[in-house]
């Protein structure tokens, strides 16, 4: 298994563009989500997903969508990117939804608005 | 709502030596799960522990333990005989059934030091 892939690793853009942060699990996971971690924060929630075809906000989803066609995938998109946003995001999924699953995390992408 | 509580933004242990790391907890959920992640310097996030709400055992994964004392709402990571790659971020988390089991909360971290 590969557990959550993420890809790209690093991106740069410029404020105003937009972008989609990709995110794969081979798990057969139900449940995903989207994180940002800014320092001194820890890690804040972006949107997350309970299964194909249903998606939910976290705490902090302005300026991203989320759609969820299959298990195994759950992209992110920036629609017009802000230095905000610069950020590092993670992905992460667990079995299922409840508190006592554990979540597994991808290796993340560090992304930098100008 | 729920609330993780790092108080230890940098922590220094001798090489060899056992270390706590400090994390306290608020939530109304009764039911819910506690665990702790470490963040190298690289970047990715590995999950270490978990402790559920209704465990009655403290967790332990070789090295790490999780010290929980539910009264007090703290869930504490002891390392023990802390070894030089140990030295990274670690976070405190819990996922509730308040928001029915979505979210999980994260501490803001503790950074460990390891010295040789």
């Known amino acids: 298994n590969a557990g959550v892939t993420q890809t790209p690793k690093f991106q740069v853009l410029k404020t105003g563009q937009s972008m989609t942060l990709q995110c794969a699990q081979d798990?057969?996971?139900?449940?995903m989500s989207w994180y940002r971690q800014d320092p001194g924060m820890g890690l804040r929630l972006i949107h997350y997903?309970?299964?194909?075809?249903?998606?939910d906000q976290g705490e902090v989803p302005n300026g991203y969508n989320v759609s969820r066609s299959t298990t195994e995938d759950f992209p992110l998109r920036l629609l017009s990117a802000a230095p905000s946003q610069t950020s590092v995001y993670f992905c992460?999924?667990?079995?299922?939804?409840?508190?006592?699953?554990?979540?597994?995390f991808g290796p993340g992408t560090r992304l930098t608005v100008l | 709502a729920q609330k993780i509580t790092q108080t230890q933004p940098g922590m220094f242990v001798q090489e060899k030596e056992a270390v706590t790391l400090d994390c306290t907890y608020d939530?109304?959920?009764?039911?819910?799960?506690l665990f702790w992640y470490k963040q190298p310097s690289s970047g990715e996030m590995i999950f270490l522990i978990y402790?559920?709400?209704?465990?009655?055992q403290n967790a332990t994964e070789g090295r790490y333990s999780l010290n929980f004392q539910k009264a007090r709402k703290s869930a504490n990571l002891v390392i023990s005989a802390s070894q030089l790659g140990d030295s990274a971020m670690y976070f405190c988390?819990?996922?509730?059934?308040?928001?029915?089991?979505?979210?999980?909360?994260f501490g803001a971290g503790t950074r460990l030091f390891v010295k040789a």
């Open positions: 402790q559920g709400s209704y465990d009655e």
């Open positions: 988390a819990m996922r509730g059934e308040d928001t029915g089991g979505f979210k999980t909360i």
């Open positions: 939530t109304s959920d009764q039911s819910y799960g």
């Open positions: 798990m057969n996971h139900e449940y």
């Open positions: 992460a999924s667990s079995k299922y939804r409840g508190g006592t699953d554990t979540q597994y």
């Open positions: 997903s309970v299964g194909a075809g249903i998606t």
